[in-house]
């Protein structure tokens, strides 16, 4: 487990986004979309430090399966979000596609 969302992002660029850049997407859009991706891991107990604080509480607040069940409804938004912003949204702000 890579605990830092910024390492996240540092493994997951080079291993995801430019591979995919050889489908004809704007590596820059691929960046983006890996980089806020990688903030969903925060659905994980070991991936963010204000959720292991919070769950380390005792009583504990919150565990692993009620992370998982919200990751499980917020899955779906998020995916749309992210194809929205990166397909209409940063076009229209100079962000090319293609």
Do not use: E, H, Y
Not at 61 to 88: E, K, M
């Amino acid at each position: 487990m890579i605990t830092s969302r910024t390492a996240r992002a540092t493994v997951l660029i080079p291993a995801l986004a430019l591979p995919l850049a050889g489908l004809g997407v704007d590596p820059l859009n691929l960046v983006m979309v890996v980089t806020l991706a990688s903030g969903f891991c925060q659905t994980l107990m070991v991936s963010a430090k204000p959720v292991a604080l919070f769950g380390a509480m005792d009583p504990p607040p919150f565990g692993q399966t009620d992370l998982l069940r919200l990751a499980s409804f917020l899955i779906v938004p998020f995916i749309a979000l992210l194809l929205v912003f990166a397909t209409l949204v940063w076009p229209l702000q100079g962000l090319p596609l293609r």
